[in-house]
């Protein structure tokens, strides 16, 4: 964090916005002041002017019971209605919603009027298999259309989808489908990767097989064919997607809910080792997802192509692929596979091939692609690319800059956007057309959004100062709590500075200009290739091993990936001369991927004979770092045993 810091301080480039950008700029001067003279006002107006509200709402917030925060209570509407029915009666149904490419070439698209029909058919169909308002469904899928119509489906009949990402592992999905109680899951065969088909099936088959008390609540999954590959059958529970949605009604009305109604949940690392389940309502929700899609990416849903390369298991996924874009009738691409695959400018094809105008993608594939070089974009024709946006991470200046000069051929607003699974909507970014762009810094909190940098004690931090990120006032779309475990919630976000001021987990600095700058993490959260672990996790998954007796976890600085998995191994003394180190680390690795996902495999594993320890007993994993990244060590006063780093130095050596 240290180089990062310094790095940061000297970023003096200044890109003021250009006339004729701010001349049609979704983003106004207006919109800004009149979010700062009456906030809840503002919020009231943005949602009644880009929802459409079945029964419109009469309260605003209510913050009696904080954390507890209710949004637009006493409205009703219905989520996917103002995705999909709502352009069809305005006009637009004859517009496209998807464009849709898989890996190996293969193209859908799908008008809104397309989309809208698909669903009310999907819906159909969970209603058939027992689905009702209320019920959870867990969807684990590639990135195909039936994954975007089946989270609308899901939302039409007052269902709760939780997205569990196709990398996970059958024993991350098991623990969430547990977690949730769900009664559906949603999968395919398999998906395009990488140039093969990967299949999912079988993760879903294990984790339904011994759920931990023996029994499952799943009744019913239901399988897209996508990758054709040979699956397993269970006749009184697997049911074909094709052959449901060949069968079902095709009509079925939108009924409206309660604002509060739950959404989603999504499952996130937080510190401890189990993961927690972010639940997001409506009518606050997808407010926040349209207004900040419409201002943020300056969107013009009649001429714009939108692309945001995220998959639906992120919540980027979910408010920049699903609710922001449908809600707001942008025509948007959505690709299945690997950025090089078949080869390494697929992304740039694409966007050639479509002549994307908006593109928002992660820090780590873009200094991915600068290390493959210029040649790659250059080779295509990107001229039709007018803002690009960056999300997950830190973006460093030097990543900025290329991405703005040879992505965004030196002249279109970079948004560096910064959020989380829990805010739901992206919270801090420059508005393109009005704010001064600074490569590296998030900037500033978007209007309606209260951010702030406090030190320990919760006083705000002068300008040219560095603390801790922190949102002051409630917003629409802040989650509603932890599936289930409401202490957790209060306890993770809303202890440290009183039960009104949100804690986001981030460092954060101010410039002279009080624009933020993110630092990353200052709790044991990982960012690896801009998705969350958590260190506890993966030291548990490391530890559920039989030869392990000790394990500690660190995220180390990486070019690419912005952190990479280093883990620090106790082995059990038994297993310590009858396995060589290579067996014993690559069996490490293949559990962890087993136990939670390819993402989370150690690119490191360091077998050590003791670990830093406090007095107190807490491993100091700041320490480690400085051992992973090749550092000198640093004050290791607060150990318990001062030459424990000596041997672990000589060891790793
Ligand atoms: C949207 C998303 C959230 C964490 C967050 C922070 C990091 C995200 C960032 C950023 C610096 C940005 N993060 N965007 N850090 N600049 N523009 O990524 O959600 O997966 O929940 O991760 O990601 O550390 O706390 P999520």
Redesign the pocket.
């Known amino acids: 964090m240290a180089d990062n810091i310094d790095n940061l301080l000297t970023e003096t480039r200044r890109f003021p916005p250009a006339p004729e950008f701010t001349a049609q700029a979704v983003a106004t001067t207006e919109l800004v002041s009149s979010a700062a003279d009456d906030r809840l006002a503002f919020w009231a107006e943005q949602s009644r002017s880009l929802l459409t509200w079945q029964k419109p709402f009469t309260e605003v917030l209510d913050w009696s019971n904080p954390p507890f925060a209710k949004w637009f209570a006493d409205g009703r509407l219905n989520v996917a209605y103002n995705c999909l029915d709502r352009h069809v009666e305005q006009g637009n149904g004859e517009r496209v919603a998807l464009h849709w490419e898989g890996e190996p070439g293969d193209t859908r698209s799908f008008t809104y009027s397309e989309l809208t029909a698909e669903v009310k058919k999907a819906a159909n169909v969970l209603l058939s298999l027992g689905v009702r308002e209320g019920d959870r469904v867990v969807i684990y899928l590639p990135m195909i259309p039936e994954a975007v119509i089946s989270m609308l489906a899901v939302a039409r009949i007052g269902a709760v989808h939780s997205v569990v990402f196709g990398g996970f592992s059958a024993e991350s999905l098991r623990a969430r489908i547990d977690d949730a109680s769900a009664t559906l899951v949603i999968t395919a065969d398999g998906g395009w990767r990488k140039g093969s088909v990967s299949a999912l099936k079988p993760a879903v088959d294990e984790a339904l097989e011994v759920s931990e008390h023996g029994t499952t609540t799943v009744a019913k999954v239901l399988v897209v064919q996508r990758g054709h590959n040979e699956v397993e059958w269970q006749a009184d529970r697997d049911v074909w997607w094709h052959e449901a949605m060949a069968g079902a009604a095709e009509e079925h009305v939108a009924e409206a809910f309660e604002a509060e109604h739950p959404l989603f949940i999504l499952y ?1 690392s937080g510190t401890t080792g189990k993961p927690k389940g972010i639940l997001h309502t409506s009518g606050g929700y997808l407010t926040g997802a349209s207004y900040s899609h419409r201002n943020v990416f300056d969107l013009h849903p009649e001429t714009d192509v939108y692309w945001s390369t995220a998959d639906i298991g ?3 996924g979910h408010t920049y692929v699903v609710y922001g874009p449908l809600a707001n009738g942008a025509t948007q691409v959505i690709y299945e596979g690997t950025p090089d695959s078949p080869e390494p400018g697929r992304w740039w094809d694409l966007i050639e091939k479509y002549r994307v105008t908006l593109f928002y993608a992660a820090p780590t594939a873009i200094r991915g692609f600068m290390k493959a070089g210029r040649e790659i974009p250059n080779r295509r024709d990107l001229s039709s690319l007018r803002l690009v946006g ?6 460093n200046p030097e990543a900025w800059i290329w991405y703005r000069d040879v992505i965004g051929h030196g002249d279109v607003p970079v948004v ?7 805010t739901g909507s992206i919270m801090i970014s420059a508005l393109p057309g009005l704010t001064t762009l600074k490569p590296g810094s ?1 900037q500033v909190p978007l209007p309606g959004i209260a951010v702030d940098v406090v030190d320990d004690q919760g006083a705000p931090v002068g300008n040219g100062e560095g603390g801790l990120l922190v949102i002051t006032e409630p917003w629409p779309s802040m989650l509603r709590g932890i599936w289930g475990d409401p202490d957790r919630y209060i306890e993770t976000y809303w202890s440290k500075f009183g039960r009104t001021v949100y804690f ?3 460092g954060a600095r101010k410039d002279e200009d009080g624009d933020i700058w ?1 630092l ?2 200052v709790d044991d959260v990982m ?1 690896v290739s ?3 672990l958590s260190t506890a996790e993966i030291e548990s998954a490391l530890v559920s091993h039989p030869i392990v007796a000790e394990a500690a976890v660190v995220g180390a600085a990486d070019e690419t990936t912005g952190q990479r998995v280093v883990a620090f191994v106790i082995l059990r003394t038994s297993q310590v001369d009858t396995m060589s180190t290579e067996d014993a680390v690559a069996a490490l690795r293949g559990h962890v991927q087993h136990e939670i996902g390819a993402i989370a495999k150690p690119h490191t594993i360091f077998l050590v004979q003791e670990l830093p320890k406090t007095r107190s007993g807490k491993i100091m994993r700041r320490l480690l770092r400085d051992v992973a990244e090749g550092r000198d060590i640093g004050d290791t006063t607060t150990l318990a045993d001062t030459s424990v780093m000596q041997i672990i130095h000589a060891q790793v050596g």
């Open positions: 996130t992120w919540i980027t960056s999300v997950g991470e830190p973006i560096d956007t910064w959020w989380q699974t829990e998030a986001a987990g981030d993110l990353g993490r960012n801009g998705h969350r």
